[in-house]
């Protein structure tokens, strides 16, 4: 391209509710921040290609806009803010573009692989009168996205140690005859009050009993409404998110603080083929032979469980494995929960996972294998003979109401390994110490082969205060 092409980017846009003049909190779109960093809505920004100047385009606001919201920063107070080298109005923009007269100009546009969405393109008077690019910004912009910098990789390692010390705030108060929703609640209320998170990084999943075996449990349809029975396990799929960047953390344990056999069997399960994955992790590691090593683990002890029967190779053959784990193991992580470049342009998306590439050092992503059992699967399942002989019938029909066991920790793929930024209790006994009202970090123990990061605070709340 020419140097005086550009890239342009359009920020989000502030939103009401429907028809009405309640105004939603803005939350910036991810591509605009990862670029330029800005919290105001409705604004653009400008990259130079050849200087890389950056000018940020801000919306000129009425005076009126002062008594409602607030002083109105001027031009040089968000150049200071936000480090770029111009700050100029909107309506400025195409009184500049005319001058800059560019060669080209590069717009965002293309597919989202996990939404289906397509990315919305910035425009402006005039834009038609120049050749513009949707074509190659998309994919350059993802593919950046991929790799976090260390200034990234901090905020996301303080978003995982507060989601992940709520976890823990929720783990100690628990007890039966409570309702799921209460523990969205407290989850909520920790990260907002001790560590400023406004904002969800997705909407929360707390799934206690059959609930556990709805994988995205806890939207408006099944709003966590459930009342915590004794005896049941509980799935918590939490995280929130700070300056943008998430944390995605599930734990699962039994309401009552005690695992049963048939709970430990499960959970082990899932236990030993998050570790065998993170073991495994390093650059130069297919994601999808990961993907492939979790269902392996889970199948083998599922057949020493009793559950599921025959030869391995012949369970994998049959297609077993994904009735049990019918997502995929994990996805990129950043600004977005699910994060972009997972499936890079060309490749095709494998079964269910979000992720068909190598490990690359300095990608972050999530290691979430899952146990479940699925009606809506298993049904069928029996009644399919190529499926049904390795299914032991009899045993599976009563865990059908028992929901499921998923395990979610985030990592950093480093030069040669992985390193977890989570920071839960993830053996029996470590959960069970925990939701007796001990404190993790006395209870923390040697046993789990991951490297955990030290936790700073701990909450020593007693379960039901």
């Given amino acids: 391209p020419g140097l005086s092409s550009f890239i342009l980017l359009t920020g989000g846009q502030a939103k009401t509710r429907d028809d009405t003049d309640h105004e939603e909190i803005f939350r910036q779109e991810a591509n605009f921040h990862y670029l330029f960093g800005v919290r105001e809505p409705d604004c653009m920004g400008v990259i ?49 573009a005319n001058r800059q007269a560019p060669e080209k100009i590069f717009l965002y546009h293309g597919l989202n692989t996990d939404s289906k ?54 783990m100690q108060k628990v007890q039966p005859g409570m309702m799921e929703y209460q523990m969205e ?121 009793g559950y599921i029967q025959g030869e391995i190779e012949d369970i994998i053959a049959a297609e077993i494995p ?34 068909n590439r190598d490990l690359i050092e300095g990608m972050v992503l999530t290691v979430e294998p899952g146990c479940y059992f699925i009606p809506a699967l298993l049904e069928p399942a029996f009644l399919d003979e190529t499926k049904a002989k390795h299914l032991n019938e009899e045993k599976l029909r009563p865990m059908l109401n028992k929901g499921g066991v998923r395990i979610e920790d985030n990592c950093i793929i480093t030069k040669d390994g992985l390193e977890l930024m989570t920071c839960v209790p993830r053996t029996i006994s470590e959960i069970e110490a925990v939701m007796s009202g001990k404190p993790f970090s006395e209870v923390c123990q040697s046993e789990y082969p991951i490297p955990r990061p030290t936790f700073s605070k701990d909450s020593k709340r007693k379960r039901g205060e």
Avoid at 63 to 74: F, K, N, S
């Fill in 185 to 305: 609640a407290d989850f909520m209320h920790y990260c907002y009050h001790q560590g400023g998170m406004r904002f969800e990084s997705y909407t929360c999943i707390c799934a206690c009993g059959p609930n556990a075996a709805i994988l995205h449990y806890g939207h408006a349809g099944a709003p966590n409404n459930r009342l915590l029975q004794d005896g049941e396990m509980t799935l918590n799929d939490m995280g929130c998110e700070y300056y943008c960047y998430a944390s995605d953390i599930t734990c699962s344990f039994p309401i009552n603080g005690k695992f049963t056999q048939a709970q430990k069997g499960v959970y082990e399960a899932v236990l030993d083929a998050g570790i065998r994955v993170m073991k495994s992790c390093k650059p130069g590691v297919s994601w999808v032979e990961m993907h492939k090593l979790a269902e392996r683990t889970i199948a083998e002890h599922l057949v020493r469980l």
């Fill in 117 to 170: 969405n397509f990315g919305v393109p910035a425009v402006f008077d005039g834009i038609d009168k120049f050749e513009v690019d949707k074509e190659y910004l998309h994919p350059a912009v993802f593919e950046s996205r991929v790799v976090k910098t260390k200034d990234e990789i901090h905020v996301l390692k303080y978003a995982n140690r507060i989601s992940s010390a709520a976890h823990i705030s929720v």
């Fill in 48 to 96: 130079v290609v050849g200087t890389g100047e950056a000018i940020l385009f801000i919306p000129r606001l009425p005076a009126a806009y002062a008594i409602w919201m607030g002083p109105i920063p001027t031009c040089e107070q968000y150049k200071e803010m936000y480090q770029v080298d111009r700050v100029m109005y909107v309506d400025e923009l195409p009184e500049w």
């Fill in 322 to 355: 994904e009735l049990f784990m019918p997502h995929g193991l994990g996805h990129l992580m950043g600004i977005d929960t699910h994060d972009v470049g997972g499936i890079p342009p060309g490749v095709q998306k494998f079964k269910s996972l979000r992720m």
